[in-house]
């Protein structure tokens, strides 16, 4: 690679192609380990187990984009922790909606698969009241 009047197409021609394998070699490993996790969480059994909400939490992940617009968005991932009756605590993602039926305390059903949430069914207050004594 010199400096005669063809290096910048030598030097493109060595670095795109080696940038290009970088960046399709990110997006193959990124999308293996979601197919991972979904064939893990696949093989699992889908279990309904006593537990109790421990605590809960958000993510906010704010982007601004830099261009004509201006524009921004943001992203909310909301958290549940449940402990179920061996002591054992599981966090979980779950839908804003299914967040805001959650409050630290509460008791119930929780059924999930792996890794995956699927539903939490909450003991109405008069039960938890009578298991407590």
Not at 76 to 85: A, D, R, S, W
Not at 105 to 115: A, C, P, V
Request: hydrophobic share 35%; net charge neutral; aromatic share 12%.
């Amino acid at each position: 690679m010199g400096w005669g009047s063809d290096w910048m197409f030598d030097f493109f021609g060595s670095v795109m192609p080696v940038f290009f394998i970088v960046v399709v070699g990110i997006v193959l490993l990124s999308a293996g380990k979601g197919l991972l996790q979904w064939s893990r969480n696949n093989r699992q059994p889908l279990l309904t187990v006593e537990s109790k909400i421990v605590s809960k939490r958000t993510e906010v992940k704010h982007t601004h984009h830099h261009d004509d617009t201006m524009s921004s968005r943001t992203r909310t991932t909301y958290y549940v922790t449940f402990e179920v009756e061996s002591g054992d605590r599981m966090e979980f993602v779950v839908s804003g909606e299914e967040y805001g039926m959650c409050a630290q305390g509460d008791q119930g059903m929780l059924r999930f698969q792996g890794t995956r949430f699927y539903s939490f069914a909450r003991h109405p207050r008069i039960h938890q009241d009578l298991a407590r004594g």
